[in-house]
């Protein structure tokens, strides 16, 4: 393809085992209604939504049931009709397996919508159609559920922005719920990106899609028809689907140490928060469903575009149930993803994969040896960070000298753990040297907040006194201030204490 030609590679990834085939030969599933619907207030980066129901309240589909807290925050909704039963701490799909607070909604089974109305976006305010989508619960759903619409918000400076880029390499093994959704529904992933155009208005709209996916480019190109907006096919080398190596893919520029893509004047956003933007602004809908991949050793792999809230166990049961041998249940692709700790977690909106794993689908469990300094870490790791060094200082709790070898430039792909002889866990090391990092930041600013409040009492206190003293003066004019001075001694007319006596 001559789209290929245009190309700027980056430096490491991998050629892994796709396992694309297993799951996209069908379409896209609708979910079953499940009888009872958890939904967490926590399914964004940034702060937890409030709650806005109790037990007890009767919801309708697309109601706001979680109200964004500060800038970086994402509404919540309930995904059907029903009866909140709790709003209380459950089980959610995260690594730690630690609950978060979550509506339970018992369905009622008639899927009664709230009223919905299209946005004509084209007559409003930047702000008023950012707010729009804030309210709809648009997050990236390729896996970081960032809000979307702080993403479509570059302070005024939409006319810098050269380039906006549009996410369909899904580059990860086992993963195919972007594929289906690009052959399905082209136009209305288009029609969000419309939207997006229009808030940040680029002078390029390109849209990344890996070579193995003909289907979803063909799509993608016929929908594009008229547009202007161009498909670029993208070799199948993993991870081309992260954020900072797509940019270099399609532009040729390195995104800033520690920066954003914004930085060098690119955004980008994924195709399936493209169609939920397409949802939210032509008919009204917020964001309640995602299609997600079930695969693995599942009976029936598949997609299935499933409410938010619904448990993993009536996916996986949905699709034939698991079949013998299951060793492990992963959220995400095996690169990338984690363990979970149950079945019964919710789906969540940065849930784009549920793979049971079997120990054929699994790395051997193989003994750690120590690091024999081969660099193969180094020529893979797509990030071109030296992965040897940062282990080191990770290991070492050096953070200072982790940070130095560019520690948060790590996108934690998972490259350097695969190709390394010795079976180090890389990655490990290096989320518990950020998390430390990130533990220590909170206690200092702790501390700092601890200093000053303790500083703002000794001032209140100081205040306080001269208030009272002022108020001293005022009651009696004329007189000297009450101010202390040298005590008298004796021998300058001060009487003996020892010589005085009672009257």
Not at 103 to 117: F, K, L, P
Not at 236 to 259: D, F, H, I, M, N
Not at 404 to 423: Q, R
Request: hydrophobic fraction near 35%.
């Amino acid at each position: 393809m001559n789209a290929l030609k245009r190309l700027f590679p980056f430096h490491g990834g991998l050629k892994t085992v796709r396992h694309k085939a297993e799951s996209n030969q069908s379409p896209i599933q609708p979910g079953i209604l499940p009888a009872r619907l958890t939904v967490p207030l926590r399914q964004h980066i940034g702060a937890m939504a409030k709650p806005r129901v109790q037990p007890g309240d009767r919801v309708l589909k697309g109601q706001m049931i979680g109200q964004p807290e500060g800038y970086i925050s994402a509404a919540i909704h309930a995904p059907t009709s029903g009866v909140v039963t709790a709003v209380e701490s459950r089980p959610v799909p995260h690594p730690s397996g630690l609950p978060d607070l979550c509506v339970v909604i018992d369905s009622d089974g008639e899927e009664r919508w709230m009223d919905r109305q299209p946005v004509d976006y084209r007559a409003l305010h930047p702000s008023e159609l950012r707010n729009v989508l804030r309210n709809a619960g648009i997050v990236g759903l390729g896996g970081a559920a960032f809000p979307s619409a702080v993403k479509l918000n570059l302070g005024g400076q939409s006319e810098w922005l050269e380039t906006l880029i549009l996410n369909g390499a899904e580059c990860e093994p086992w993963i195919t719920c972007d594929d289906r959704l690009m052959r399905e529904r082209a136009a209305g992933i288009v029609a969000g990106l419309r939207v997006m155009a229009h808030l940040l208005e680029p002078r390029e709209v390109l849209i990344g899609i890996e070579a193995d996916k003909p289907e979803a480019i063909a799509a993608m190109t016929d929908a594009c028809a008229g547009t202007g907006y161009e498909v670029r096919p993208i070799p199948t080398r993993y991870p081309s689907g992260s954020g900072k190596q797509l940019v270099k893919l399609l532009t040729g520029k390195e995104t800033p140490v520690e920066g954003l893509p914004v930085d060098v004047g690119v955004q980008c956003f994924n195709v399936a928060t493209a169609y939920t933007v397409h949802r939210a602004i032509d008919h009204g809908e917020p964001l309640i469903s995602r299609v997600v991949t079930v695969t693995g050793h599942v009976r029936q792999p598949g997609n299935i575009e499933a409410l938010l809230g619904t448990p993993f166990a009536q996916l996986v049961e949905q699709c034939g149930g698991y079949r013998d041998g299951v060793e492990r249940l992963i959220m995400g692709g095996p690169m990338m993803g984690f363990a979970l700790h149950s079945d019964e977690v919710p789906l969540t909106k940065a849930a784009n994969c549920i793979l049971a794993a079997s120990a054929a689908e699994l790395a051997p469990e193989q003994s750690v040896m120590p690091c024999i300094r081969c660099g193969a870490c180094v020529e893979a790791c797509p990030a071109d960070l030296l992965p040897q060094q940062l282990y080191w200082h990770a290991r070492a709790r050096e953070f200072d000298k982790a940070r130095d070898y560019h520690l948060f430039s790590c996108i934690e792909c998972g490259c350097c753990s695969y190709v390394c002889p010795s079976h180090i866990p890389l990655v490990q090391y290096y989320r518990y040297a950020k998390n430390e990092i990130w533990a220590q930041e909170k206690e200092k600013e702790k501390a700092e907040l601890a200093r000053r409040r303790h500083q703002a009492r000794l001032e209140r206190l100081e205040r306080e006194k001269q208030e009272r003293e002022a108020k001293l003066r005022q009651k009696a004019p004329g007189k000297a201030p009450l101010t202390p001075g040298p005590s008298p001694t004796r021998g300058e007319g001060s009487p003996d204490p020892a010589s005085s006596s009672n009257p």
